[in-house]
């Protein structure tokens, strides 16, 4: 033997010392698992953070899984050292505010899951809004008069969220997702393969819809950036501190995306091609109108669950640009 076992030990205790849990977990020493959980609701409590009886369950869940948190309270031996550990780590975590979704490294969206890191918006459920609408309006498959398959276009698309959610329900469909991040384009190719839609989707590093061919798209989507500048630095630090601002900062009036992608939109989509686009509570009015300027018809507004202005979408005219 090339160590003796006190050597082998300290390094051990060393790299426990390392870990961003281990203050957390020394803290823990005697306690039961229900006396841990008590003390997570209080921590997270502390530190502002709302929903904390969800929140705490996901963390233990995550930690000990595959046992769930009523089994791993009725047995201890569900809760050995070494996952309490890990969830002293993730509580570590969580407790700088850092958004559960980066803590877990994924998030539930639609009827799929993703990976998500800080180089991608966390995928929300009010952008779940955006895909129903757009499967209601394109119920199934449709090639059109040239037997080209639908290609669906997701501008700024960050973790793949959208356009995966849709490739994943329409399996005739062929995607495209375009960001101006490289970064987040590796967190999407990456959900492409775990979604198990990577042989339709295509992606794309370049600013929004520029580089694409004029009538290329019989959908267009996206969830762009559409917060005021100023409101930025208000938000829950969850966001403000720990979200890609290139995904959130909307310029100075919250609008500057959609004036991009607005004007461009009537060159890429085909004829009768839908567009529809994330905006935010009060931008229904101003969206709309910049969709009914650039020529886009049949223009409406879709509500989220919450009963608030969500999905601006329309169409581009069958004849005309
Ligand atoms: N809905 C997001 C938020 O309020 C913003 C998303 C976006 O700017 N596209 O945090």
Redesign the pocket.
């Known amino acids: 033997m090339s160590e003796d076992f006190a050597a082998l030990a300290d390094r051990a205790a060393d790299q426990h010392r390392q870990r961003p849990g281990h203050g957390l977990f020394v803290s823990w020493q005697g306690l039961s698992l229900a006396d841990i959980r008590r003390d997570l609701l209080r921590r997270l409590d502390a530190a502002g953070i709302h929903a904390v009886d969800q929140e705490v369950r996901f963390l233990i869940e995550h930690a000990l899984a595959p046992a769930r948190l009523a089994e791993a309270l009725a047995d201890p031996v569900l809760a050995p050292w070494q996952k309490l550990f890990d969830l002293a780590d993730l509580a570590t975590a969580r407790l700088t505010r850092k958004p559960l979704s980066q803590v877990l490294g994924t998030q539930p969206f639609w009827t799929i899951d993703l990976a998500v890191t800080g180089d991608v ?1 966390t995928p ?1 459920a ?2 779940e809004t955006l895909v129903e609408a757009v499967l209601s309006r394109r119920p199934s498959a449709r090639s059109d008069s040239l037997g080209r398959s639908v290609e669906l276009v997701d501008l700024g698309t960050g973790s793949g969220a959208i356009v995966l959610a849709l490739l994943h329900e329409r399996a005739d469909w062929t995607g495209l997702g375009v960001d101006v991040s490289s970064r987040a384009l590796a967190v999407a190719q990456a959900n492409a393969a775990r979604v198990g839609v990577s042989e339709r989707v295509r992606f794309l590093q370049t600013s929004w819809s520029h580089a694409l061919a004029d009538e290329s798209a019989d959908i267009v989507v996206s ?5 005021v500048s100023d409101v930025l630095t208000g ?1 829950e630090p969850e ?1 403000r501190d720990f ?1 890609p601002h290139l ?2 900062d ?1 310029g100075e009036d919250g609008l500057d995306a959609y004036r991009v992608i607005l004007d461009d939109l009537p060159r890429i989509l085909r004829p009768d091609g839908l567009f529809a686009l ?1 905006i ?1 509570y009060d931008q229904a009015a101003a969206v709309s109108g910049l969709a009914r300027a650039a020529g886009l018809v049949g223009v409406e507004v879709l509500n989220d669950l919450a009963g608030l202005p969500r999905v601006v979408l329309g169409f581009r005219n069958c004849s005309s640009r």
């Open positions: 918006l929300r009010d952008t969830n762009p950036p559409y917060i938000l966001v979200e995904a959130l909307g994330e935010g």
